[in-house]
């Protein structure tokens, strides 16, 4: 199954989006370099399964460690369940990749103080997440007695120097949703604080100039904030700029520009209070792009450059290392990073999208993730034809049906399943009334939207393993999604043809927002939404053999036009 990362976001748009440092600083001859201590991110979502696969190498790429947020569906609630957590990052990370994932708990009412201790024990969990039940993604069995059932947690917490990262936002329905945050901190927060001067606590984040005043008149050391890269360059306009754009919808929602400008200012003043958090939060694309979308955006490959971007135009690139890469570290009480990166403004734009695969990956990685698809995709576990036991279905919800399916006479959908099986050539079926059959590759096969009913199941054959192969997770049942998701590429080439002609089909359809070239998986696709960088110069990262390199899309033109020769100027 071929999924798309999409880039929605236009920095073209961004209120204060120019290139007039650049121009300057190419006029003088600069070489434009930065040279920063390695990074955290101090709030990230990876997710699990062929999500986390798809997302781990832009984190990876980018940060040193990351905070690793609990709320995977279950939720990590216990220490073992973070330390398994933990082995599946890991066995998920690039080879050569020394991210280091910091672990979280999530808190309900029924955490046990004894659970804190042997998280503190275990030695990768760093900090316990307060998310309010109902307050956003997968929050759902959060914390409903905060000031009674979770007491002697929070005591236990304080105890043991963990710190306690808060969403802060109220769930009350009758509370204007651009006024939670401030009504958490009111209501909420300031009595947690005051309770307990001595926890440790992360405002998550934060979105007001209310929040930023808040932190600021809490002790040095025990209250700080994380900052995301969509807080800093979007305001709530960006909802609904030439329509909803259900990419740039995160929680806490973007807020109006003068806490926009406040957080830009609280973050490039030095403040050893604020540090970096991207909350890259990815999500299927048919989950954002649904009539209920979920809230979350998907930063990771672009945050950093977005950070830059923001300090630069702030006259404040002078801070961006204590913020990218010191104050997060010294907050939590851990070694900063010693390694140093670059960051090189280069004539970069972000992929408009990013196409990964599940269970199945693409024949020519690289070819992929520069967008041409022609080469389609591989199982990564063969079918055993053989063995007909071994190979199993997995049923892809509405779609318009693959070209070239053969039709056999049977009496009911088993006998048409049988058949299938029974052809090693098979590789997908479909009953309504009539059996038809489907060998060898998948050609236009596409999943409709939520929204269009007009489609069919698809029956995808794969290795049974591969069902399986997510530990059979209790989960695997519930989320049929996930497994829909994973299964469905079977042998689906793309001829470049049809590529051309959907991706600019869906173009039009999406007016301005830029979606996967894999046109017709629009219900099976991740969607990450992101931003995209103006097609201009921006901060980008640089490769260790001094080109600028994004290890998903490759090796980018390193541009030699802008260079600053003095690094010491810039850090
Ligand atoms: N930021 C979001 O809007 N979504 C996050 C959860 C969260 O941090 O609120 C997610 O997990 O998708």
Same mark, same amino acid.
């Given at each position: *199954?071929? @999924?798309?990362?999409?880039?929605?976001?236009?920095?073209?748009? =961004?209120?204060?989006?120019?290139?007039?440092?650049?121009?300057?600083?190419?006029? @003088?001859?600069?070489? *434009? !370099?930065?040279?920063?201590?390695?990074?955290?991110?101090w709030h990230l979502h990876l997710r699990d399964g062929d999500l986390l696969e798809a997302v781990i190498s832009h984190s990876a790429f980018h940060f040193g460690r990351g905070i690793v947020m609990p709320n995977l569906k279950p939720p990590i609630k216990t220490t073992a369940a973070a330390v398994a957590y933990r082995e599946s990052i890991?066995? $998920?990370?690039?080879?050569?990749?020394?991210?280091?994932?910091?672990?979280?708990?999530?808190?309900?009412?029924?955490?046990?103080?004894? !659970?804190?201790?042997?998280?503190?024990?275990?030695? +990768?969990?760093?900090?316990?997440?307060?998310?309010? &039940?109902?307050?956003?993604?997968?929050? /759902?069995?959060?914390?409903?007695?905060?000031?009674?059932?979770?007491?002697?947690? =929070?005591?236990?917490?304080?105890?043991?120097? *963990?710190?306690?990262?808060?969403?802060?936002?109220?769930?009350?329905?009758?509370?204007?949703?651009?006024?939670?945050e401030r009504v958490f901190i009111d209501t909420v927060l300031r009595p947690l604080i005051q309770k307990f001067p001595q926890l440790k606590v992360v405002m998550e984040h934060v979105t007001t100039a209310d929040a930023v005043r808040f932190v600021e008149s809490c002790s040095e050391g025990f209250v700080a904030a994380t900052v995301t890269p969509q807080h800093l360059v979007l305001n709530r306009n960006s909802l609904f700029q030439g329509g909803l754009q259900p990419h740039n919808y995160c929680l806490p929602v973007l807020k109006r520009e003068t806490h926009r400008q406040a957080i830009v200012s609280a973050v490039t003043s030095g403040s050893k209070r604020f540090f970096l958090g991207t909350d890259s939060a990815p999500h299927e694309r048919r989950k954002k792009e649904c009539s209920c979308g979920c809230a979350g955006i998907y930063n990771a490959l672009v945050a950093l450059s977005l950070y830059a971007k923001v300090f630069e135009e702030a006259g404040a690139l002078d801070k961006l290392e204590a913020f990218t890469s010191f104050n997060g570290p010294d907050f939590y009480g851990l070694p900063r990073n010693t390694s140093k990166i670059k960051l090189i403004k280069s004539r970069w734009k972000v992929p408009e999208s990013l196409s990964y695969a599940s269970g199945f990956e693409p024949r020519i990685k690289a070819d992929w993730e520069l967008g041409d698809h022609s080469g389609g995709c591989v199982r990564k576990i063969p079918l055993q034809c053989e063995n007909r036991e071994n190979d199993k279905f997995s049923v892809v919800p509405n779609t318009h049906f693959p070209e070239n399916s053969e039709s056999i006479t049977v009496g009911n959908i088993d006998e048409c399943e049988l058949a299938c099986l029974r052809n090693?050539?098979?590789? &997908?079926? $479909?009953?309504?009334?009539? %059996?038809?059959?489907?060998?060898? %590759?998948?050609?236009?096969?596409?999943?409709?939207?939520?929204?269009? @009913?007009?489609?069919?199941?698809?029956?995808?054959?794969? $290795?049974?393993?591969?069902? +399986?192969?997510?530990?059979?997770? $209790? @989960?695997?049942?519930?989320?049929?999604?996930?497994?829909?998701?994973?299964?469905? %590429?079977?042998?689906? %080439?793309?001829?470049?043809?049809?590529? +051309?002609?959907?991706?600019?089909?869906? /173009?039009?359809?999406?007016?301005?927002?830029?979606?996967?070239?894999?046109?017709?998986?629009?219900? /099976? !696709?991740?969607? &990450?939404?992101?931003?995209?960088?103006? !097609?201009? *110069?921006?901060w980008v990262r640089q490769g260790i053999d001094g080109t600028i390199v994004d290890e998903t899309i490759g090796p980018l033109e390193a541009s030699a036009e802008a260079q600053f020769e003095d690094d010491e100027e810039m850090i």
């Open positions: *199954m071929i @999924k798309t990362l999409a880039l929605p976001y236009k920095a073209s748009t =961004l209120p204060f989006a120019n290139v007039r440092v650049f121009n300057q600083l190419k006029a @003088k001859g600069a070489k *434009m !370099e930065l040279s920063i201590t390695q990074p955290d991110d890991l066995n $998920a990370l690039p080879a050569n990749s020394d991210f280091i994932p910091l672990m979280t708990l999530y808190l309900t009412d029924t955490t046990t103080p004894e !659970e804190i201790k042997l998280a503190r024990e275990s030695g +990768v969990v760093y900090a316990v997440k307060l998310y309010p &039940a109902g307050a956003t993604t997968n929050s /759902q069995d959060g914390v409903t007695d905060l000031f009674g059932k979770c007491l002697p947690v =929070l005591e236990e917490m304080v105890k043991h120097n *963990m710190p306690l990262l808060v969403h802060g936002e109220v769930t009350d329905p009758e509370v204007d949703i651009f006024d939670r090693c050539s098979c590789s &997908a079926y $479909a009953f309504d009334n009539r %059996c038809l059959i489907w060998r060898g %590759c998948l050609f236009n096969l596409q999943e409709l939207s939520s929204d269009d @009913k007009s489609g069919r199941d698809l029956h995808v054959r794969v $290795a049974a393993s591969q069902l +399986v192969g997510t530990e059979a997770k $209790a @989960k695997a049942k519930r989320n049929t999604s996930l497994i829909v998701f994973g299964a469905v %590429c079977v042998f689906f %080439c793309f001829f470049g043809s049809v590529l +051309v002609f959907l991706w600019r089909k869906r /173009q039009r359809d999406t007016a301005g927002l830029h979606y996967n070239e894999v046109e017709g998986f629009g219900d /099976q !696709e991740l969607d &990450a939404a992101s931003f995209t960088c103006e !097609e201009d *110069m921006n």
